[in-house]
């Protein structure tokens, strides 16, 4: 019975291992001087980044932009009452 078990416990490790290899990335704690200074500017250039979208987000919906306004006619004037 302990046998199977073991048997199962380590068939479940096995078939979790792929997704565990695809995180890719360390806690924190266990980076090297040099990785946690890559992280801090890789957040911060995500974060311009994020800011740069909403900016651009928020000038776009003000801009309205008419490709046909050259295609109409002028509006036709009422006819003038004597």
Known sequence: MIRLLVSALV????????????????PFS??????????????????QYRNALKNT??????????PWSNMRGTPASPAKKK
């Not at 266990?30 to 974060?47: F, G, H, L, Q, R």
Request: charged share 30%; net charge negative.
């Open 30 to 47: 266990a980076m090297s001087d040099e990785e946690k200074a890559n992280a801090k500017i890789a957040e911060s250039v995500d974060a």
């Open 57 to 66: 987000d928020k000038t776009a919906n003000e801009i309205s932009i008419d």
């Open 11 to 26: 068939l479940a490790g096995l078939l979790a291992q792929p997704a565990f290899a695809q995180n890719g990335r360390k």
